[in-house]
């Protein structure tokens, strides 16, 4: 039978997501879904104090309450801690305290002082309630921007509250070129504490087997490998006596790469318990004590010559780490600095970026942890337009990279390539009709009413090839029958890996999609990956399934040749067949069936079986992808509502695996920047109480506040397997920067400016009501 069109092509489509059928019926499996025989569950005893000593704990009425097994406090579970290093960071890298119960002080409200296990939860939180702790209260750091210079310390071995610093050459160097630039324009933003508030919070469930001493884990994680190496480390055993299964887990961000204080406190407990330990964490909890991002202000200055060019940038940096940051900040922080220079010609600058511990929840990784760069540099260059009296668009233009200046690298030694900065910009203004926007804009105004617009063009490093990250691993196994299963290490958590994995397969190996499953998340049948995080999941996958189907190719092709009597590069493959042009054909469940159960007629060399293993390592640095996006608003000056129009992103992630797949990361990833904008704040009063511990208070978007996002595609491959990139985190680092210029710009005629985030009502009446504007034009 005569064929064209031999191989699949399944990357590309909007193919349905293959987990879609078990999620949207409600037939998905989380970790409060797990039960396990005579399971025991775990709530935690928390501070309600900022910073206060901890002079005893009297835990005797909680025992006495019927179902109560336990209580637990540091002494029983802290000494027998062995390690506690996260992979990322290595075991000699820089990190700060960590235990799993507060010893001396609790250091922030939600510290975890004691963990009553009980028959339910429901018993276990009333005991909780009867647990006694004799506080005695000291005075807290609260506003992390006072705390290199506050008398009180967080720890004690850290008494200047400096978590660490990092930074380039010294600021004074730029000095000169700031003296004789024509234009300097400086400013500092603040940019207020919110989370990633994944859909499911987080949980855990471990169950010792003391017989074998063996661990397993069920866990809500987007990197199941590495709790699995945190737990055997945490232990002191094997990493073969840890199993960890994650199966749906509902929403990461960068919240969920490793494990934290009470995931710890849970692992060691169960080593002392007769059965299965779980902990649930509700929302109010995970508002106290998840953690926190994004708390950071900066200085950022810019120097401008007569035509608008820029000539040096300089960014001074502040982080707030809170009590606890998981995992340590200043590896990961840099990155703030490193990428402020952005998509621009930027001759010459420099940054110093410092973190700071606090009495506040401890920081966490939330997609896109180095956001602030794009924030500060975005920002400054609109208020930079304003001074220079350019349209920030023209302002762009004159500074922006194009594709066909690359490769660069920036003022700190970043290597650009594969991206196309100014052609996103440009197809987003397009899709706008941003002319047309300025001409609606002057007519509203006539009417008093304030239209504004403002983008933001970022990159966005994926795939890096940090040693954690730098290989990811695959297996395939071709079953008797034909049928295909993949393994991977998984971590999906809404970014649809299943499908990718699956269409990558498909496609690689020349057969239908509903041909192939995949296995993910269960550490004692995948190979070792680092998960999903920083953007990585498609391109360091897709090299894992491309060197891993290449041999499986290769064997289809050595036992259909030998079989059909022909050479190995006659032989083609797709559609679920091997075949000759003009000669016979195999279907893959015959080529299976020779190869398990008809060895012998396999040719010389060949091994039996279908089933290959394949690690992909990256030669690449860094995979750059790159987006605009432009927000259009109006104000209400009176009440200070922001509505936000029209929101637009021109994305370039190189060639989809799968557009609907692409776009949802775009669409989540805008609309928790729009929340980082106008809405989310983990705000604490003077005394470091928690003022927004419920959904009541923690604002965050709905469709009702979010326009429909328009999405345009610029396509620059990348340098890796199928010129993937990674796209998970881009959207939420431009929204925010593009919401905050569209607000600034709709206010510009009133000479509002902005230095504090977010942009609440109230916060936006009191920028008017405190600006030289006193109602003309109202």
Same mark, same amino acid.
């Given at each position: 039978m005569a064929r064209t069109g031999a191989e699949t092509a399944y990357a590309g489509t909007r193919t349905l997501r293959v987990e879609d059928a078990r999620l949207l019926t409600g037939s998905g499996t989380y970790v409060d879904d797990i039960v396990?025989?005579?399971?025991?569950?775990?709530?935690?005893?928390?501070?309600?104090?900022?910073?206060?000593?901890?002079?005893? !704990?009297?835990?005797?009425?909680?025992?006495?309450?019927?179902?109560?097994?336990?209580?637990?406090?540091?002494?029983?579970?802290?000494?027998?801690?062995?390690?506690?290093?996260?992979?990322?960071? #290595?075991?000699?890298?820089? *990190? /700060?305290?960590?235990?799993?119960?507060?010893?001396?002080?609790?250091?922030?409200?939600?510290?975890?002082?004691?963990?009553?296990?009980?028959?339910?939860?429901?018993?276990?939180?009333? =005991?909780?309630? /009867?647990?006694?702790? +004799?506080?005695?209260?000291?005075?807290?750091?609260?506003? $992390?921007?006072?705390?290199? +210079?506050?008398?009180?310390?967080?720890?004690?071995?850290?008494?200047?509250?400096?978590?660490?610093?990092?930074?380039?050459?010294?600021?004074?160097?730029? *000095?000169?070129?700031?003296?004789?630039? /024509?234009?300097?324009? /400086?400013?500092?933003? $603040?940019?207020?504490?919110?989370?990633?508030?994944?859909?499911?919070?987080? #949980?855990?469930?471990?169950?010792w087997a003391p017989a074998g001493g063996e661990m397993t884990i069920w866990t809500s994680t987007q990197s199941p490998h590495e709790v699995r190496s945190f737990c055997a480390r945490l232990l002191g055993i094997h990493e073969h006596r840890v199993r960890v299964v994650m199966r749906d887990t509902g929403g990461g961000f960068g919240q969920k790469v490793v494990p934290q204080r009470e *995931?710890?406190?849970?692992?060691?407990?169960?080593?002392?318990?007769?059965?299965?330990?779980?902990? !649930?964490?509700?929302?109010?909890?995970?508002?106290?004590?998840?953690?926190? =991002?994004?708390?950071?202000?900066?200085?950022?200055?810019?120097?401008?010559?007569?035509? #608008?060019?820029?000539?040096?940038?300089?960014? *001074?940096h502040v982080q707030d780490a809170g009590a606890y940051p998981t995992p340590s900040p200043v590896q990961s922080g840099i990155a703030v600095g490193m990428l402020f220079p952005g998509p621009y010609r930027i001759p010459d600058g420099t940054f110093r970026s410092r973190f700071v511990f606090s009495h506040t929840s401890g920081r966490v990784a939330y997609r896109g942890p180095w956001q602030y760069e794009s924030m500060a540099r975005e920002t400054l260059i609109d208020a930079a337009a304003r001074q220079l009296e350019l349209d920030p668009v023209e302002l762009r233009r004159r500074n922006m990279l194009s594709r066909d200046e690359l490769p660069t690298v920036n003022f700190n030694g970043m290597p650009y390539d594969h991206i196309s900065p100014r052609e996103t910009f440009e197809q987003a203004l397009q899709m706008l009709d941003y002319e047309a926007f300025r001409k609606e804009q002057a007519r509203a105004r006539e009417q008093g009413r304030y239209l504004g617009v403002g983008t933001c063009t970022y990159v966005e490093p994926t795939a890096g090839a940090t040693p954690f990250h730098a290989t990811e691993g695959a297996t395939i196994r071709i079953e008797p029958s034909g049928k295909v299963n993949v393994y991977v290490a998984g971590g999906s958590c809404g970014n649809s890996l299943e499908t990718t994995v699956v269409q990558l397969t498909a496609d690689a190996l020349g057969v239908a999609i509903e041909d192939v499953s995949t296995i993910q998340g269960d550490t004692a049948v995948t190979p070792y990956g680092a998960g999903t995080g920083g953007s990585r999941s498609g391109p360091m996958t897709a090299g894992a399934i491309e060197q891993t189907a290449g041999v499986l190719r290769q064997r289809l092709r050595e036992i259909a040749a030998h079989r059909l009597q022909a050479t190995v590069d006659e032989v083609k493959l797709g559609h679920g067949r091997a075949w000759v042009e003009g000669g016979g054909e195999l279907t893959l469940a015959e080529i299976a069936d020779l190869a398990y159960y008809q060895v012998h007629a396999l040719p010389p060399g060949v091994p039996a079986g279908l089933e290959a293993s394949g690690r992909y390592h990256t030669p690449h640095l860094m995979i750059w992808a790159n987006a605009t996006h432009v927000c259009t608003c109006e104000v209400d000056v009176v009440t200070g509502e922001v509505k936000l129009l029209r929101y637009i992103v021109s994305e370039d992630c190189g060639p989809m695996i799968n557009p609907n797949v692409v776009e949802g990361q775009i669409f989540g990833g805008t609309v928790q920047g729009i929340g980082g904008a106008l809405y989310e704040e983990l705000a604490y009063d003077a005394d470091g109480n928690p003022v927004s511990t419920t959904f009541m208070d923690y604002l965050l978007p709905t469709a009702t506040e979010v326009p429909v996002i328009e999405v345009g595609h610029v396509e620059t491959p990348g340098p890796g397997p199928g010129g993937y990139k990674g796209v998970g985190e881009g959207g939420a680092i431009g929204s925010a920067p593009a919401v905050v210029n569209a607000v600034a710009d709709a206010l510009a005629p009133l000479g509002v400016r902005i230095s504090r985030l977010p942009l609440t009502p109230a916060a936006i009446a009191g920028l008017v009501e405190s600006s030289q504007w006193r109602g003309g034009g109202r």
């Amino acid at each position: 039978m005569a064929r064209t069109g031999a191989e699949t092509a399944y990357a590309g489509t909007r193919t349905l997501r293959v987990e879609d059928a078990r999620l949207l019926t409600g037939s998905g499996t989380y970790v409060d879904d797990i039960v396990r025989p005579g399971m025991l569950h775990a709530c935690f005893v928390r501070s309600p104090m900022a910073r206060a000593r901890i002079l005893g !704990i009297d835990v005797r009425e909680a025992l006495q309450l019927h179902g109560v097994h336990a209580v637990f406090v540091a002494a029983d579970l802290n000494p027998a801690v062995r390690e506690q290093w996260y992979t990322l960071n #290595g075991r000699d890298g820089p *990190d /700060s305290p960590r235990p799993p119960l507060a010893e001396d002080e609790v250091r922030f409200v939600g510290d975890p002082v004691a963990m009553v296990v009980a028959e339910d939860r429901y018993v276990a939180e009333d =005991a909780a309630e /009867s647990v006694v702790v +004799d506080y005695e209260p000291l005075a807290p750091v609260v506003d $992390y921007t006072t705390a290199l +210079d506050a008398t009180e310390v967080v720890h004690a071995d850290w008494p200047d509250n400096l978590v660490g610093e990092l930074g380039g050459r010294p600021m004074a160097d730029l *000095d000169p070129v700031f003296a004789r630039a /024509s234009h300097v324009v /400086s400013q500092t933003l $603040y940019q207020q504490a919110h989370g990633p508030t994944p859909m499911e919070a987080r #949980g855990i469930v471990a169950e010792w087997a003391p017989a074998g001493g063996e661990m397993t884990i069920w866990t809500s994680t987007q990197s199941p490998h590495e709790v699995r190496s945190f737990c055997a480390r945490l232990l002191g055993i094997h990493e073969h006596r840890v199993r960890v299964v994650m199966r749906d887990t509902g929403g990461g961000f960068g919240q969920k790469v490793v494990p934290q204080r009470e *995931d710890m406190c849970v692992m060691l407990a169960a080593t002392k318990l007769p059965a299965a330990l779980k902990w !649930i964490e509700d929302r109010q909890e995970h508002l106290l004590a998840a953690g926190q =991002a994004r708390h950071e202000h900066a200085e950022a200055r810019m120097a401008f010559d007569d035509d #608008g060019r820029i000539l040096a940038a300089t960014l *001074d940096h502040v982080q707030d780490a809170g009590a606890y940051p998981t995992p340590s900040p200043v590896q990961s922080g840099i990155a703030v600095g490193m990428l402020f220079p952005g998509p621009y010609r930027i001759p010459d600058g420099t940054f110093r970026s410092r973190f700071v511990f606090s009495h506040t929840s401890g920081r966490v990784a939330y997609r896109g942890p180095w956001q602030y760069e794009s924030m500060a540099r975005e920002t400054l260059i609109d208020a930079a337009a304003r001074q220079l009296e350019l349209d920030p668009v023209e302002l762009r233009r004159r500074n922006m990279l194009s594709r066909d200046e690359l490769p660069t690298v920036n003022f700190n030694g970043m290597p650009y390539d594969h991206i196309s900065p100014r052609e996103t910009f440009e197809q987003a203004l397009q899709m706008l009709d941003y002319e047309a926007f300025r001409k609606e804009q002057a007519r509203a105004r006539e009417q008093g009413r304030y239209l504004g617009v403002g983008t933001c063009t970022y990159v966005e490093p994926t795939a890096g090839a940090t040693p954690f990250h730098a290989t990811e691993g695959a297996t395939i196994r071709i079953e008797p029958s034909g049928k295909v299963n993949v393994y991977v290490a998984g971590g999906s958590c809404g970014n649809s890996l299943e499908t990718t994995v699956v269409q990558l397969t498909a496609d690689a190996l020349g057969v239908a999609i509903e041909d192939v499953s995949t296995i993910q998340g269960d550490t004692a049948v995948t190979p070792y990956g680092a998960g999903t995080g920083g953007s990585r999941s498609g391109p360091m996958t897709a090299g894992a399934i491309e060197q891993t189907a290449g041999v499986l190719r290769q064997r289809l092709r050595e036992i259909a040749a030998h079989r059909l009597q022909a050479t190995v590069d006659e032989v083609k493959l797709g559609h679920g067949r091997a075949w000759v042009e003009g000669g016979g054909e195999l279907t893959l469940a015959e080529i299976a069936d020779l190869a398990y159960y008809q060895v012998h007629a396999l040719p010389p060399g060949v091994p039996a079986g279908l089933e290959a293993s394949g690690r992909y390592h990256t030669p690449h640095l860094m995979i750059w992808a790159n987006a605009t996006h432009v927000c259009t608003c109006e104000v209400d000056v009176v009440t200070g509502e922001v509505k936000l129009l029209r929101y637009i992103v021109s994305e370039d992630c190189g060639p989809m695996i799968n557009p609907n797949v692409v776009e949802g990361q775009i669409f989540g990833g805008t609309v928790q920047g729009i929340g980082g904008a106008l809405y989310e704040e983990l705000a604490y009063d003077a005394d470091g109480n928690p003022v927004s511990t419920t959904f009541m208070d923690y604002l965050l978007p709905t469709a009702t506040e979010v326009p429909v996002i328009e999405v345009g595609h610029v396509e620059t491959p990348g340098p890796g397997p199928g010129g993937y990139k990674g796209v998970g985190e881009g959207g939420a680092i431009g929204s925010a920067p593009a919401v905050v210029n569209a607000v600034a710009d709709a206010l510009a005629p009133l000479g509002v400016r902005i230095s504090r985030l977010p942009l609440t009502p109230a916060a936006i009446a009191g920028l008017v009501e405190s600006s030289q504007w006193r109602g003309g034009g109202r």
